[in-house]
């Protein structure tokens, strides 16, 4: 089975811009996380999307948002960029809560 | 809200010795509760979970984990530790709405 894939894998963006990230999941994974990981917050839960529906939401303003589609495929939007958006976005799948998630490589997103 | 601490942000241990990596967790209900591993410049990957049942699980490379419910603990364990396992391990804690909680990470130093 192919893994996650996230595209793009890097992304230079300016403030106030918007950026769409992208994720994969593994074929027939429903589950769907994302995640902010920077040097100094460690890994931040953004979402997490079950069949199209967002179940939880992390602590991150409106500006984050996100979807998924019926594939199962998922993205996730910033709103108004600001320099500490700029982190690496990992996004995850799993077949059911209770299973393992399993990652993908990341989209790193610099904001200048 | 749930949390995960894992109190030791360094572990060195000499090749062949037994390594432990320790987390602590808070959380409501019954915690479903995850270890992954980071490898230099590769991604985060599943190592094993507790769900229900028997307090050791083993899981990949050899590692288990120790369940503890009293002392609301998950420690990482490997009976004899190689010098490739050395990485950033997470303890992560899963709710049953989805909502995913990371510890901050600890460093794991093998030295052959």
């Known amino acids: 089975k192919a893994g996650v894939t996230q595209t793009p894998r890097y992304l230079i963006k300016t403030r106030g811009q918007q950026v769409t990230l992208s994720c994969s999941p593994i074929s027939g994974h429903r589950s769907v996380s994302w995640y902010q990981q920077t040097p100094g917050q460690g890994l931040q839960f953004l979402f997490e999307?079950?069949?199209?529906?967002?179940?939880n939401k992390g602590n991150f303003p409106g500006r984050f948002s996100g979807r998924q589609f019926s594939n199962s495929r998922s993205e996730m939007n910033v709103s108004t960029l600001e320099l500490g958006d700029s982190a690496l976005y990992l996004c995850?799948?799993?077949?059911?809560?209770?299973?393992?998630?399993?990652f993908g490589p990341g989209t790193r997103l610099t904001v200048l | 809200a749930q949390s995960v601490a894992q109190p030791e942000d360094q572990v060195n241990v000499a090749e062949g010795n037994p390594l432990t990596v320790k987390c602590t967790y808070s959380v409501s209900g019954n915690p479903y509760l995850f270890w992954y591993v980071q490898y230099p410049n590769r991604g985060l990957q599943f190592l094993l979970k507790y769900i229900t049942g028997d307090n050791l699980v083993k899981g990949s490379y050899g590692f288990e984990a120790e369940f503890n419910k009293s002392q609301t603990s998950f420690h990482l364990k490997k009976p004899s530790a190689l010098v490739s396992d050395s990485a950033l391990y997470f303890c992560?804690?899963?709710?049953?709405?989805?909502?995913?909680?990371f510890g901050d990470g600890t460093t794991l130093t093998v030295k052959p």
């Open positions: 995850a799948s799993s077949l059911q809560l209770e299973d393992g998630q399993y």
């Open positions: 992560a804690v899963r709710d049953n709405a989805g909502k995913s909680t």
């Open positions: 999307y079950f069949s199209e529906t967002q179940r």
